[in-house]
C-alpha cells in the first residue's frame, strides 16, 4: 500500500489550498484516514481524521477553517484549508490506518512521504 499526497505549494497568508492523499495497492477497505503535520523544530501533530463512517476529528487550531472528506472509492482523502495563516506552514502527511487488502493482509498503518505547506505573510 503507497499514499501520493499532493497539492502543498506556497500560500499568502488568508490564502487557501487543497491536500490530496490517494492510496493504491489493491485496498479492500481502509478505516481511517488523516492528515498530520510538522513544522520545522517542531512534533508531528493531528490535524484532522476521518473514519470510514465519515466521522470527523480536528486539531482546535484548525477548526472551522480545515475540512477534512474522503472518497471510499477512490481510496483517496482531501484536506481544505481555509484563512491560512503562517503558524499553518509544514510539512503535512497523510495517514491510514487499519487497511485491509483484496488478497486479505491487514496493515495497522502507513504514512504518505509528505507534502510542504508554506504561507507567506
Known amino acids: 500500500v503507497q499514499l501520493v499526497e499532493s497539492g502543498g505549494g506556497l500560500v499568502q497568508a488568508g490564502g487557501s489550498l487543497r491536500l490530496s492523499c490517494a492510496a493504491s495497492?489493491?485496498?479492500?477497505?481502509?478505516?481511517?484516514m488523516g492528515w498530520y503535520r510538522q513544522a520545522p523544530g517542531e512534533q508531528r501533530e493531528l490535524v484532522a481524521t476521518?473514519?470510514?463512517?465519515?466521522?470527523?476529528n480536528y486539531a482546535d487550531s484548525v477548526k472551522g477553517r480545515f475540512t477534512i472528506s474522503r472518497d471510499n472509492a477512490k481510496n483517496t482523502v482531501y484536506l481544505q484549508m481555509h484563512s491560512l495563516n503562517v503558524e499553518d506552514t509544514a510539512d503535512y502527511y497523510c495517514?491510514?490506518?487499519?487497511?485491509?487488502?483484496?488478497?486479505?493482509?491487514?496493515?495497522?498503518?502507513?504514512w504518505g512521504q509528505g507534502t510542504l505547506v508554506t504561507v507567506s505573510s
Open positions: 476521518i473514519t470510514s463512517g465519515a466521522g470527523t
Open positions: 495517514k491510514v490506518r487499519e487497511v485491509v487488502t483484496i488478497d486479505g493482509y491487514r496493515l495497522f498503518e502507513v
Open positions: 495497492g489493491n485496498i479492500f477497505s481502509i478505516n481511517t
